[in-house]
């Protein structure tokens, strides 16, 4: 894969993304190779065009010869299943170039497992030597945030339809948001959601200005992707993000905060893993485990128990 | 709040909910008057109706005279905030009546734990003796599929809007789905969203009946919830779907297994507070820590020396 191989990529990434064995010798082995992508994400909710968004961009990065990765993620469940058939749909104009690499990524099982597991498909492209890195995901729920947490640049999309609640959703958007596209820009309503965006940016501008690690007022873009319009001007306010990022050294800083997080992450998975098993192998714990299942213990009991005895080992 | 405080019920949900101290010894003392209510989880996609239907079916319920605890769960991140702000205002009608009792939780930040406090709420209300328990979520995402499963009967609300997507999200639908309701029925597109499910559930129930724990194939009703239109037949249906889990021995099976797994999470999430904490005390594990933020070494390297040193104390 180092020399270039896209196939072998391929095939890393697939045991990466089932966390086959292997896995962290892979990482092991790219890790010198790390930090040189610029990992930008596009997020917002269903139905905000971030799809078209993305292969736009992918298009314009290409034309300036740069090479392009692109993950989908769609960590949903049943209820949005069809995003990612729909991703590989859209972003067809670019599956026989060489120099665009696209990924499909959907649910995982395990609590955490689809956020690391993006994670580590980022370093692959990333030491693959792909210069931008572009994670697309459907914009809801925890594991959305946990995913959009790893981009250095976050473009958020929203569409004048989406109007009505960002009034709710504006806390939580300022925090992931470092750009915001109001899509199909051409349609009622456009002119005030950018206003109300404008305004409620400045105020958390000012009012969070010393706690940030740069000077950074998020800028508000329209754009009618489908019909390519806004999306060079997106462009550039991402390139003037990372500029930013760099100039005051925060790019270091929030990737050393990520590296940390990813840590945790992999370190709680791999203890719950041996704890459940020390836990079956025991037939008095299997016991505990018996009583709560039965209704006759509660779980906080139950739990007690359990590390009672794990830990009476000191 | 077991003599019928509903004050005392209002103020321990909310000890539960933020995870104050004091959560296991409530959880404890309630375990013997667990088990009478039915809890009846309605879920869908955004803007299919949910919270008129949970409104509707309230208004039947105690109509029988019965009392109802109701939990409108909205794990959402920025995108969906709104929703528990709407429930809030469409449940008005019932915030008078004494013998209705709602609660709305939102996001909490660990991981599992929005699930697991869901779950104690509606072990406070079971307690406080509501024979009816109903939760409502916004279907999307592992969180939900999380706290739908502690349902007892779940029905899942479509609207013919969201036809276009049913093909991808079916697999999914039909193992959480007890009952389907197409609401909105008089919109276009209704009659043919409805053929399109009962095909879909006939195949699904003659492939996997054997492998079920009671035989039923999920019915597909049509309602109009804000005209009260189907409501009736879908409260029939669940009692219909209680009566199937009890004759058949279901209800207390599954049960059980919502309880192990219950305990599970529980375990796994005091197991990562404790590592955390031991790892924070320890300088060469700080140094570990410090190493994989800086990019020098790998996150699973990482995780390999800190178990290492961890578990050298066998």
Redesign the interface.
């Known amino acids: 894969m180092l020399a270039g191989d896209r196939l072998a990529l391929a095939r890393l990434i697939t045991r990466v993304e089932n966390r086959m064995p292997g896995?962290?010798e892979i990482?092991?082995s790219v890790?010198p190779r790390?930090?040189r992508a610029h990992v930008l994400g596009v997020t917002?909710?269903p139905g905000a065009g971030k799809s078209t968004l993305v292969d736009r961009l992918t298009a314009r990065l290409r034309a300036e010869r740069s090479s392009v990765g692109v993950i989908a993620v769609d960590?949903?469940?049943?209820?949005?299943?069809?995003a990612v058939?729909g991703d590989r749909i859209r972003m067809q104009a670019h599956t026989l170039d060489p120099d665009v690499f696209i990924r499909s990524m959907a649910?995982r099982g395990s609590?955490?497992g689809l956020a690391a597991a993006t994670g580590d498909v980022i370093k692959l492209m990333d030491a693959f030597g792909f210069p931008w890195v572009l994670i697309e995901t459907v914009?809801?729920?925890?594991?959305?945030?946990d995913i959009i947490r790893q981009a250095d640049t976050t473009v958020v999309t929203l569409v004048p339809e989406s109007g009505?609640?960002v009034?709710?959703?504006k806390?939580?958007?300022m925090?992931?948001a470092d750009i915001f596209v109001v899509n199909k820009a051409d349609r009622d309503g456009a002119h005030a959601l950018m206003a109300e965006l404008r305004f409620s940016v400045h105020l958390h501008y000012s009012s969070s200005v010393s706690a940030k690690d740069i000077d950074w007022e998020i800028p508000v873009l329209a754009a009618q992707a489908t019909n390519d319009v806004g999306v060079a001007e997106i462009l550039a306010e991402v390139k003037h993000h990372r500029r930013a990022l760099e100039e005051a050294g925060a790019l270091g800083k929030r990737?050393?905060?990520r590296?940390?997080a990813?840590?945790?992450t992999?370190?709680?998975e791999?203890?719950?893993g041996?704890?459940?098993a020390a836990?079956e192998r025991d037939p008095e714990l299997v016991a505990v485990?018996d009583a709560?299942?039965?209704?006759t213990?509660?779980?906080?009991?139950?739990?007690?128990r359990?590390?009672a005895r794990l830990l009476r080992?000191?």
């Open positions: 896995v962290a990482m092991r890790q790390l930090g917002g909710p960590p949903s469940s049943p209820f949005t299943g069809g058939l649910t609590l955490g914009g809801v729920g925890q594991t959305e945030l009505d609640s009034q709710a959703m806390a939580g958007l925090e992931v990737r050393q905060a590296r940390r990813e840590l945790r992999l370190l709680v791999e203890f719950a041996r704890v459940m836990v485990i709560v299942a039965g209704g213990l509660d779980a906080y009991s139950g739990v007690e359990i590390l080992q000191p």
